[in-house]
C-alpha cells in the first residue's frame, strides 16, 4: 500500500489528486506533502510498526498523513469525530498509539497528559514544507502482512474494537472493488463519508488507485452540497441513504443537471424508492449496489444498474474470493434458502486488534481444506447465478409469530407506503413488540394498515411511531441503538 501513491505520482504528476474546502493537490504534490509529513512523524517518534491515531474532519493533510504512516511503516488509525471522550479514552489505551493527531483543542489538552499529541494544523504547515529529507525514511523491509490500518468500529452498543487490515489485504480488496466500479482518470469521486467510516476512506485509495481526483468534503457544506457538485464537475457519488435522501431534497428545488454519472451505495440498505428517484432526477446517472464489512472491505458488487433486472440483490462476490451461505453447522446451503453469509478470499483481514477469542469466532478455519473463513453474522441467500440477497444481521432477522422475517424485509415494504419518506424497525424483545418508526406525512395507524396489504400479518409490527428525522450514527447509518433507548424511556 505505501507504493500506490507514489506509482500515481510517477505516472500522472500533474493530474488533480484530491480538493477540499483550502485548496487542490496535484498527485506530485500530495507526494511531496505526504513526505514532509513522514518526516513530521519521525521527529515525534513514530517509527515502522507504530500506531497513529488520527480524529479530524476530512481535509487535505488527513492524506498527507495516511500516505507519510505508511511511508514510514506505521499504523493509520482513523476515527470518528462524533465519538465521545470516553470512547476515544478506549481508543488511546487500546491502540496504544505513539502519537495522537487531532484539530479539536480540548481532546490534545487531555490527551496530552497521557501521550504525545500534535495538532492538525502542526501536520499541516509540515505537508506544506517538502522536506527534503524524505528519501530516508521510507521503511527498509516490510511484510505483507504487516498493518497498514486499524478501523475502529462507531461503538454505538459497545465499547469500539478495531479491524487490523494488512497491506496484502488492503492491497488485494482496492484492487477487486476497482475491477468493478471502474473508475477513470476522468473522475473526480466526491467523497462526503467520513474517512474514519472504511467506506469512505477506500474512496481516497480507489480514487488513487485510478489516478482520479477525490473531493472532500463533511457536514458543514451540506447547504452547499448540491452546488459543490455541480461546480466541482463530480462524476462519482457514494451515498448512504441519508446523504441520498438529502441530495433529492436539494434535487427537487434545483433541477439543473450534473455531471455524476454514478452513485455507489453500501453501508446501510438504499430503498427502491431513492434508487428510482436518483435514476430520474439525475439523468445518465446509473446507480450500483454493493454489500461489505470492513472485516473484509467489500463482500459483493453489483453490476451499474444491475437491480433493474435483479430487484434486491446485492451483487456477485468479488474476481478471486467466494461468498457462500451456510446453515448453523457451518454446510454450505442452497440456492434460495436463507443461511448465515461466510466469505473467502485474500481480502480477508487479519482479526480484530487484540480480540484472540473474537477473532476465533468471526475468522475460522476450514478443517476440509485449512482456508480462512469469514462468519460474518449477517443472513442472505444466493440465486442459481451466485448473485447475493441480504436479509439482515443476526439480530435483525426474527420469527413473528412463527413467521421468519427481517428488519430489512419490514423497512423495505414501509418505504413504498406513499407518504413514507424513512423507516426503520425495532426487532421484538422480551420487554416488546416489534415497532416501527416511520419519517413522513402518514399516521401510525395508516402506516401499519398499509403494511398489512403488502406483508403477512405476522411480519406487521404490533407499534409505530411517527417522528421528524430517524438519528444517524457519524457514518450516517440509523442510530438503532438510540432508538431502543426512546423505547426504554416511554412509559
Not at 145 to 154: K, P, V, W
Not at 418 to 427: H, I, M, T, Y
Request: hydrophobic share 40%; aromatic share 6%; with cysteine.
Amino acid at each position: 500500500m505505501d507504493r500506490l501513491l507514489a506509482r500515481a505520482a510517477a505516472d500522472h504528476p500533474a493530474a488533480p489528486a484530491v480538493r477540499d474546502r483550502k485548496g487542490r493537490w496535484t498527485y506530485a504534490e500530495l507526494a511531496r506533502a505526504s513526505h514532509a509529513t513522514a518526516a513530521w512523524l519521525h521527529e515525534r517518534g513514530v517509527t515502522a510498526g507504530d500506531r497513529v491515531v488520527v480524529r479530524a474532519t476530512p481535509e487535505r493533510t488527513l492524506l498527507a498523513l495516511l500516505h507519510g504512516c505508511l511511508r514510514i511503516g506505521a499504523t493509520f488509525v482513523p476515527v470518528s469525530t462524533a465519538m465521545r471522550r470516553y470512547q476515544l479514552a478506549h481508543i488511546l489505551d487500546d491502540a496504544e498509539p505513539t502519537l495522537f493527531v487531532s484539530d479539536d483543542h480540548e481532546q490534545l489538552g487531555w490527551a496530552s497528559e497521557i501521550l504525545p499529541v500534535g495538532s492538525l494544523a502542526e501536520a499541516g504547515r509540515a505537508a506544506e514544507s517538502a522536506d527534503p529529507r524524505l528519501d530516508d525514511l521510507l521503511a527498509s523491509e516490510r511484510s505483507p502482512d504487516d498493518l497498514a490500518l486499524l478501523l475502529y468500529t462507531s461503538g454505538s452498543t459497545a465499547q469500539p474494537k478495531a479491524v487490523a487490515c494488512p497491506h496484502s489485504a488492503v492491497s488485494f480488496a482496492v484492487s477487486a472493488v476497482a475491477d468493478r466500479i471502474g473508475y477513470t482518470r476522468d473522475d473526480v469521486v466526491f467523497c462526503r463519508l467520513p474517512l474514519s467510516f472504511d467506506y469512505g476512506l477506500y474512496q481516497v485509495l480507489l480514487s488513487i488507485f485510478a489516478g482520479c481526483e477525490v473531493v472532500l468534503a463533511d457536514a458543514s457544506g451540506d447547504v452547499r452540497l448540491l452546488s459543490d457538485i455541480r461546480e466541482k464537475g463530480v462524476t462519482v457519488v457514494p451515498i448512504v441513504p441519508s446523504l441520498g435522501t438529502m441530495l433529492l431534497k436539494l434535487v427537487s428545488r434545483d433541477p439543473a443537471p450534473t455531471r455524476v454519472r454514478l452513485f455507489t451505495n453500501t453501508g446501510e440498505h438504499l430503498s427502491k424508492s431513492t434508487v428510482e428517484q436518483l435514476r430520474e432526477r439525475f439523468p445518465g446517472a446509473a446507480v450500483q449496489l454493493m454489500f461489505g464489512t470492513t472485516e473484509c472491505k467489500r463482500i459483493t458488487v453489483m453490476e451499474p444498474d444491475g437491480d433493474l433486472t435483479r430487484p434486491d440483490s446485492v451483487g456477485r462476490a468479488l474476481v478471486g474470493t467466494s461468498v457462500r451461505v451456510v446453515d448453523e453447522a457451518g454446510r454450505t446451503l442452497p440456492p434460495g434458502q436463507v443461511g448465515e453469509i461466510t466469505v473467502r478470499g485474500p481480502h480477508l483481514m487479519a482479526g480484530y486488534w487484540r480480540s484472540p477469542e473474537l477473532s476465533r469466532r468471526a475468522f475460522r478455519v476450514d478443517p476440509s481444506d485449512g482456508e480462512r473463513v469469514l462468519y460474518t453474522g449477517d443472513f442472505g441467500h444466493l440465486d442459481a447465478e451466485g448473485y447475493l440477497y441480504f436479509s439482515g444481521r443476526r439480530d435483525h432477522v426474527f420469527k413473528r409469530r412463527g413467521t421468519r422475517t427481517s428488519v430489512v424485509e419490514i423497512e423495505s415494504a414501509a418505504r413504498s407506503l406513499s407518504g413514507v419518506r424513512e423507516a426503520a424497525v425495532l426487532p421484538p424483545s422480551d420487554r416488546r413488540d416489534a415497532v416501527l418508526y416511520v419519517v413522513g406525512d402518514i399516521t401510525p395507524e395508516e402506516a401499519l394498515s398499509g403494511l398489512g396489504k403488502l406483508l403477512d400479518p405476522a411480519k406487521v409490527p404490533g407499534l409505530c411511531r411517527v417522528i421528524e428525522a430517524l438519528p444517524l450514527t457519524a457514518n450516517g447509518k440509523v442510530a438503532r441503538v438510540l432508538l431502543d433507548e426512546w423505547e426504554n424511556d416511554t412509559p
